[in-house]
């Protein structure tokens, strides 16, 4: 497998769509701190890193409103490993007028946009969730 972001979100949009209380990812780090964000944000519930024989994966717990709907209306990979997309603090300003979320990982690790646009942050826009 050669993006395991890709993957990660892939399964978090397919595990959602069929309204699962629970999907498992691939363990790396960068996808762990997304989670981090996720969950700071409220789009998902929790996440647990679990070692199984010697290999490590992430369970994460998603979120569902009172009628039964997944708080995830979409979330989309940005930067690719062919493509990288890289953005400016200022280009981080809002996206969906401040209903949806852009992962950015800067040189003070992976945050939201907001938080980049406070610390005047630019970097490399890997997923967008709404």
């Given at each position: 497998m050669s993006d395991i972001i890709a993957d990660g979100l892939t399964r978090i949009r397919n595990a959602a769509a069929r309204k699962l209380d629970t999907t498992t990812l691939l363990y790396s780090k960068l996808m762990a701190n997304i989670l981090e964000v996720f969950k700071n944000k409220g789009y998902i519930e929790s996440y647990k890193v679990e070692d199984k024989d010697n290999k490590q994966s992430?369970?994460?717990?998603?979120?569902?409103?009172e009628n039964g709907n997944s708080v995830i209306n979409e979330i989309k990979k940005i930067s690719k490993p062919g493509r990288r997309d890289y953005k400016g603090y200022n280009e981080l300003k809002s996206f969906k007028n401040g209903y949806g979320t852009i992962v950015v990982s800067t040189n003070k690790g992976v945050i939201a946009n907001d938080e980049a646009y406070k610390n005047k942050v630019g970097g490399e826009v890997i997923c967008s969730i709404w």
């Open positions: 992430i369970v994460v717990v998603l979120k569902y409103d």
